[in-house]
């Protein structure tokens, strides 16, 4: 399974460590991802999706159905 958001497309981002004698080391920045289920009233049934914290905002903000909408038309879902 993947890290990656299902209707943004958030992955990790590369990055580095810094020390106090500015040694540098790569790291990742991870996305914040939950695993969330949500109910679709225009289909009558539920889908699980594995969204980031920004994704859920947005949700919560336009709906669903109109997040869907836009993810399926970047090319996030098929």
Do not use: Q
């Not at 209707?7 to 540098?24: E, Y």
């Not at 920045?29 to 994704?55: G, Q």
């Not at 336009?62 to 090319?75: D, H, M, Q, R, T």
């Amino acid at each position: 399974m993947s890290r990656v958001c299902e209707l943004t497309g958030k992955k990790a981002m590369v990055g580095n460590n810094v020390s106090h004698a500015m040694n540098k080391t790569k790291r990742k920045f991870h996305a914040n991802l939950m695993k969330k289920r949500f109910y679709i009233p225009e289909e009558d049934k539920w889908i699980t999706l594995k969204v980031s914290a920004s994704a859920l905002k947005n949700i919560n903000r336009k709906g669903i159905s109109a997040v869907l909408k836009e993810a399926k038309a970047k090319g996030f879902i098929k």
